[in-house]
């Protein structure tokens, strides 16, 4: 099946840093990514969606400034996460369609602020 | 309204059982896809299986099933002979369809439930 990336897979920073996410689809292209969040034994919540060449689509209660989003080319989304807290501390994961019947998922980003 | 709904929070089967997880949806959207994924504990997210709504017969992908019944709008996954490795949080989710915008739609997950299989 299509693999999509992530990376880094675990980060640890200081709280007031900036941490900066990526995704790749390496097999296939992607104009949309999804982002999502998961805290513990909780389900995935859906942050934002970042289309190729435009501005993300954000979900409602998600801080756009907090959150930046790029998606720079049809492989790649970033996800930065601005001025981290330790509230900001999560499971971080994206994901992409690669058919109309299977949408694929990055091994996820485990990220803990101090 | 929550739009999709697994009331199963946790599960225990004996190795070799078969186990049958629950989910219900709702839509009004004639056209819909319907997912399950399993997320052991490392937290990445495996596709399993998938139902389109106007798919006749029930998907099925080697020890997994999905018990379609739209009249009740729910998608049931039924696990065959289930083995240590299953053990893990299991999601369903639902895709609204607009399929002259592929790529964009969002997908719905439930609250999942945690299978554990017991030796």
């Known amino acids: 099946g299509a693999v999509v990336s992530q990376h880094p897979s675990w980060v640890i920073c200081k709280s007031g840093t900036s941490v900066k996410i990526e995704c790749r689809s390496l097999d296939f292209q992607a104009t949309t990514m999804f982002w999502y969040r998961q805290f513990p034994k909780q389900s995935l919540m859906l942050m934002a969606t970042s289309n190729e060449g435009s501005k993300a689509t954000y979900e409602q209660g998600v801080e756009k400034d907090k959150f930046l989003i790029n998606h720079a080319s049809l492989t790649l989304s970033t996800l930065t996460v601005t001025s981290a807290h330790p509230e900001d501390s999560s499971f971080y994961i994206c994901?992409?369609?690669?058919?109309?019947?299977?949408?694929?998922f990055g091994p996820g980003t485990r990220l803990l602020v101090l | 309204a929550q739009k999709i709904t697994q009331t199963q929070p946790g599960m225990f089967v004996q190795e070799k059982e078969a186990v049958t997880l629950d989910c219900t949806y709702d839509t009004s959207d004639p056209s819909y896809g319907l997912f399950w994924y399993k997320q052991p504990s490392s937290g990445e997210m495996i596709f399993l299986i998938y139902q389109g709504s106007y798919d006749q017969q029930n998907a099925t992908e080697g020890r997994y099933s999905l018990n379609f019944q739209k009249a009740r709008k729910s998608a049931n996954l039924v696990i065959s002979a289930s083995q240590l490795g299953d053990s893990a949080m299991y999601f369903c989710a639902m895709r609204e369809a607009v399929i002259s915008n592929f790529g964009n739609e969002k997908l719905t997950f439930g609250t999942g439930t945690r299978l554990t299989i017991i030796p």
């Open positions: 994901s992409a369609w690669d058919t109309q019947e299977t949408q694929y």
